[in-house]
């Protein structure tokens, strides 16, 4: 049962690419042998009526009473068309740009935004671009609009925003499978801009100060915290002596009088001499014992 579908599956997809292997005919004999007749009575004029270049990035697809002639396209270099009965379409294998022009779109979160993009594409098979599709250029390039739309449709706008690349992607995968029966390669796409509305702006840009604020304030506190913690170690190391109060002091006024040419006048309270003082009088008195 699967092979008999099988069968006519694969006929009908030879014959939607244009192959067709059917002879002449006797009528087409006939008028094959007329046309080759008239090349040869008119040589060599004719010579250079049927012979025709074909550059390194082109490819052309003949016909010959409107069949074509074989399952890959001639060139390049030079073919020979005979006269009256061939016609021959040039297929360019170039990549091609297409600009898509800002489509207005509908994000899932109901935010309308306007999007650009730009497909990079190429013919990979110029039987199938010629015979498949009336004009492949004019319908990538409309497929390219629809599918951008609709991949978009189905994204927020903070989505949008942040996975351009995966949507590109995405876009790509699509309108490979669409177009390959059309003998297209779609090399790659990309999202040139997201325009957004004003006011839409305006709310994000508040939303965005607001949330820098907020992390700001609480950078602010941490660093408060930390510095409370240090001066509070700072206190109980400067708590078990108290000269090294005193010398702290005395080293914050020179660094004071280093940054600052200036005279500065400070009280100094007795209980510094105090301590001074009984330091050098134990220092004294123990002397002697130690002796």
């Given at each position: 049962?699967?092979?008999?579908?099988?069968?006519p599956?694969k006929?009908?997809k030879e014959?939607?690419v244009g192959v067709?292997?059917k002879?002449?005919?006797?009528?087409?004999?006939?008028?094959?042998?007329?046309?080759?007749?008239?090349?040869?009575?008119?040589?060599?004029i004719?010579?250079?009526?049927?012979?025709?270049?074909?550059k390194?990035?082109?490819r052309a697809v003949?016909?010959?009473?409107?069949r074509?002639?074989?399952?890959?396209?001639?060139?390049?270099?030079?073919?020979l068309v005979?006269?009256c009965?061939?016609?021959?379409?040039?297929?360019?294998?170039?990549?091609?740009t297409?600009?898509i022009?800002?489509?207005?779109?509908l994000?899932?979160?109901s935010?309308t935004?306007?999007?650009?993009?730009?497909?990079?594409?190429?013919?990979?098979?110029?039987?199938?671009a010629?015979?498949n599709?009336?004009?492949?250029?004019?319908?990538?390039f409309?497929l390219?609009?629809?599918?951008?739309?609709?991949?978009?449709?189905?994204?927020t706008?903070?989505?949008?925003l942040?996975?351009?690349?995966?949507?590109?992607?995405?876009i790509?995968?699509?309108l490979?499978?669409?177009?390959?029966?059309?003998?297209?390669?779609?090399?790659?796409v990309?999202?040139?801009?997201?325009r957004?509305?004003?006011?839409?702006?305006?709310?994000?840009?508040?939303?965005?100060e607001?949330?820098?604020?907020?992390?700001?304030?609480?950078?602010?506190?941490?660093?408060?915290?930390?510095a409370?913690?240090?001066?509070?170690?700072?206190?109980?190391?400067l708590?078990?002596?108290?000269?090294?109060?005193?010398l702290?002091y005395?080293?914050?006024l020179?660094?004071?009088?280093?940054?600052?040419?200036?005279?500065?006048?400070?009280?100094?309270p007795?209980?510094?001499?105090?301590?001074?003082?009984?330091?050098?009088?134990?220092n004294?008195?123990?002397?002697?014992?130690k002796?």
């Open positions: 049962m699967d092979s008999r579908v099988s069968s599956e006929q009908d014959n939607f067709n292997n002879r002449l005919g006797v009528c087409g004999w006939l008028l094959f042998s007329l046309s080759f007749l008239l090349v040869i009575i008119t040589f060599p004719s010579i250079w009526m049927c012979l025709k270049i074909i390194e990035y082109e003949v016909f010959r009473l409107g074509i002639q074989a399952d890959k396209a001639k060139g390049p270099g030079l073919i005979l006269p009965i061939d016609v021959f379409v040039k297929v360019d294998l170039r990549t091609i297409c600009n022009p800002p489509q207005e779109i994000t899932r979160d935010v935004t306007q999007v650009d993009g730009v497909v990079y594409y190429r013919v990979y098979s110029a039987v199938s010629v015979a599709v009336n004009d492949v250029h004019q319908a990538t409309l390219a609009q629809t599918t951008l739309r609709n991949v978009l449709g189905t994204q706008l903070s989505q949008i942040a996975g351009r690349e995966e949507i590109a992607h995405s790509q995968t699509l490979d499978d669409a177009t390959d029966l059309w003998g297209i390669r779609v090399a790659r990309e999202i040139k801009d997201v957004i509305p004003v006011q839409l702006q305006r709310s994000m840009a508040a939303e965005a607001a949330t820098r604020e907020a992390r700001a304030k609480v950078l602010a506190a941490e660093g408060e915290m930390n409370s913690k240090s001066l509070k170690s700072a206190s109980m190391v708590a078990e002596s108290p000269v090294a109060l005193q702290r005395l080293q914050t020179s660094t004071v009088a280093t940054e600052k040419n200036s005279t500065i006048v400070f009280p100094l007795m209980n510094i001499l105090e301590g001074i003082g009984g330091v050098g009088y134990d004294h008195k123990k002397l002697p014992n002796a």
